[in-house]
Structure formats: C-alpha cells, structure tokens
C-alpha cells in the first residue's frame, strides 16, 4: 500500500545517506585520535579516513569520480578498500606486540580455527561466485581473490588481537565480521543478484562494523 513505502529504509540506498554515514565515521575516528592520540588511533584513523575516500569513489560522489576513474572506479574503490585492511593489519598486529610476549591460549586457538573455517569459505564461496559469473573479465576474478585474502588476514588480526588481549578487541572481533559480511554480499550483488534488499543490508552491516573497529581501540 502506498502508505506504507517509506517502511522499506530506501534512505539506505541514497548517496545522501551513504556519504553522510562515511563522513560521520571519519569524524569519530578523528575525535578519538585527537582525544586520546596513541599509534593504535592514529593508524585506525588512516583506514578509516581511507576507507571513506573508497565509500566516495564507489558511490561516484557527484559524479565526480566517475568521470575521473571510469571503468577503473570500482577497482579504485576495492584497491583502497585493500589498503584499509592492510593498516587495520598493522594496527593490531602492533597492539598485540605492544601486549608483551605472546603466551599461546585455548582462546588463540579458537580463533585461529574460526578464522581457518572463514579463510577457507571465504575462498571457495568466492571461487564458485566468480565461475557462476563467466562473463566478468579476468582482472576482476584476480582483484577479488586479492582482496578476500587481504580482509581475511585482516579479520584474523582482530581475531587474534581479541584473543589475546580481551576487552574492548572483542568488539573489533564483531566488527570486522559485519564487514566481511558486507563484502561477501558486495560479491553477491556483483557476480549473482542485484537487489535493492542486498545493497540495504550492505550498508546496515559495513557502517556497524567499522564503528565497532573504531571504539575498540
């Protein structure tokens, strides 16, 4: 019933919206490295700072990066995305250096057979995604490879990081998990379907999970 349409968070598929939300995630970061500046902070704020020029770019803010980029905006965007995941990888690599000596732990353990199950789906899901999809061409198979593998090892340092060290890096656990779902239905959307429900609840599990990351640190 037309009463009803606005009960369906079409707001979620609007650039207004998706740049409003990257714009307020590069704020929080940025306050909370300039409250509480540590390295760990500084790096979070790079990625995430990187991430919201990648949500710019893959939205085609004003048009703008679609003229710029052309077809190289959607490589563009995952490339950076890739970069995001490298510093997150360095971030809490580093905090757990920082920890002390690495004491190995039934809760590491855990989290590294979790993160194997991930890693090895991850691949395989992907592998079938992309043979279902045969007409894309073959530097997007190689991108997407790449970049499973980069948010994978990515999700395995949070992982690993909440392990062992507890505390508020559990909530990064959950954050970069809402990523990797984000992603894995980005892959859906790009090889399988295209639905207005999977890009809303692509943009209902990213922002949680990067503010998650972000109020980890």
């Known amino acids: 019933m037309k009463g009803q349409k606005g009960l369906g968070f079409d707001f979620l598929l609007?650039?207004?919206f998706k740049?409003?939300?990257?714009?307020?995630?590069s704020m929080i970061a940025i306050a909370l490295f300039v409250a509480y500046p540590t390295r760990s902070r500084e790096l979070c704020m790079y990625a995430i700072l990187i991430s919201t020029l990648?949500?710019?770019v893959l939205m085609d803010y004003n048009n703008l990066p679609g003229i710029v980029l052309g077809e190289k905006r959607f490589y563009t965007g995952m490339a950076l995305f890739?970069?995001?995941?490298?510093?997150?990888?360095v971030c809490?690599?580093?905090?757990?250096?920082?920890?002390?000596?690495?004491?190995?732990t039934p809760k590491v353990n855990i989290a590294f057979w979790i993160f194997s199950i991930i890693f090895?789906?991850?691949?395989?899901?992907?592998?079938?995604?992309?043979?279902?999809?045969?007409?894309?061409?073959?530097?997007?198979?190689?991108?997407?490879?790449?970049?499973?593998?980069?948010?994978?090892?990515s999700l395995g340092s949070m992982y690993l990081c909440a392990?062992?060290?507890?505390?508020?890096c559990y909530l990064a656990a959950i954050g970069i998990t809402f990523f990797w779902i984000s992603d894995v239905l980005i892959l859906i959307r790009e090889t399988k379907?295209?639905?207005s429900l999977i890009r809303k609840l692509i943009w209902v599990f990213y922002p949680i999970g990067q503010m998650l990351i972000v109020f980890s640190i």
């Open 163 to 168: 392990a062992v060290l507890g505390g508020k």
């Open 82 to 89: 890739g970069i995001t995941h490298v510093i997150y990888m």
């Open 92 to 104: 809490f690599s580093n905090m757990m250096v920082q920890s002390g000596p690495f004491v190995y």
């Open 19 to 25: 740049s409003n939300a990257t714009f307020f995630m």
């Open 54 to 56: 990648a949500d710019l």
């Open 14 to 16: 609007g650039n207004k």
């Open 193 to 195: 379907k295209d639905t």
């Open 120 to 153: 090895v789906f991850s691949l395989t899901f992907s592998a079938l995604m992309l043979s279902i999809a045969y007409k894309k061409k073959i530097y997007f198979c190689i991108a997407t490879i790449i970049y499973v593998m980069l948010i994978c090892f």
